[in-house]
């Protein structure tokens, strides 16, 4: 009897698959750049940082109060400003990350190529303090890395699948390959793992929520049961998009869109 019990339950989550999260409009704002990095919120106005000819801007109420760009280094991979006083830049091409301040002043620079033991970098993101999370393309391994005291404090296992994405907050990293999404703890330890069903990347949102895109379509990722439910939105070209405090921004490479996530 227990087992019917079970069977039914299964069939009914089935039959009634999970409603997709609504969004409300809120704005859309004009911007040219080749990445849009963070949009925060300040005194009712977006702090906006992008990337745009080789230059790093941090753009506060329509006006441009800082830049930052490295002729020595050239184009910039990836930036992540997970900690907005402690924004990282990534130059592939060079195995090199740059530390800037709030006010995009370089803080710190670490050369992949100089430390030891060598490390071939394809993909950084922030840790907590002084740490990176690096994946180490000749050991194919997630690491967390401290760069002051050049020591890496937990890795994980080989992957064994190309990676897509690499996401990180103080406490936990995402990483995204061909075949899985992973989660890891900062011990290097596996949470969980999750087949990848075309998902191309990946957004934070609090207590680790995480949002995937997979074609033209975004879905959310609850943390605490691993549940994926699609996200209703417009049709719209999305080169990019993340979330903060509830408000999802897509980027179609000519407007920035703003809505509100409905959530039950």
């Known amino acids: 009897m227990r087992s019917i019990t079970f069977l039914l339950f299964f069939i009914s989550i089935a039959a009634f698959p999970q409603k997709a999260i609504k969004t409300s409009f809120v704005k859309t704002i004009e911007i040219k750049a080749e990445a849009i990095i963070s949009v925060e919120k300040f005194n009712g106005s977006e702090v906006i940082k992008y990337v745009d000819n080789k230059t790093l801007f941090k753009k506060i109420k329509n006006s441009v109060f800082y830049n930052y760009s490295n002729v020595q280094l050239g184009e910039i991979t990836s930036v992540d400003a997970f900690s907005p006083l402690k924004i990282k830049l990534f130059f592939k091409n060079f195995n090199t990350v740059i530390v800037l301040d709030n006010r995009l002043a370089e803080t710190d620079k670490i050369d992949f190529n100089a430390i030891k033991p060598y490390k071939n970098v394809s993909h950084v993101s922030t840790g907590f303090g002084n740490k990176l999370w690096v994946f180490n393309q000749d050991l194919q391994q997630l690491e967390l890395y401290n760069y002051k005291a050049n020591k890496v404090s937990a890795k994980s296992l080989p992957i064994q699948s190309n990676i897509i994405d690499l996401k990180s ?93 409905i959530k039950d």
């Open 169 to 261: 907050s103080y406490n936990s990293c995402w990483l995204l390959t061909e075949n899985y999404l992973y989660k890891y703890d900062t011990y290097g330890s596996l949470i969980y793992k999750i087949k990848n069903k075309n998902y191309t990347a990946i957004a934070l949102d609090y207590n680790d929520n995480i949002l995937l895109k997979s074609a033209n379509r975004l879905f959310y990722l609850t943390d605490r049961d691993q549940n994926i439910t699609s996200i209703e939105i417009p049709k719209l070209l999305i080169k990019q998009f993340l979330v903060t405090r509830g408000s999802l921004y897509i980027y179609d490479n000519e407007f920035l869109h703003e809505y509100q996530l």
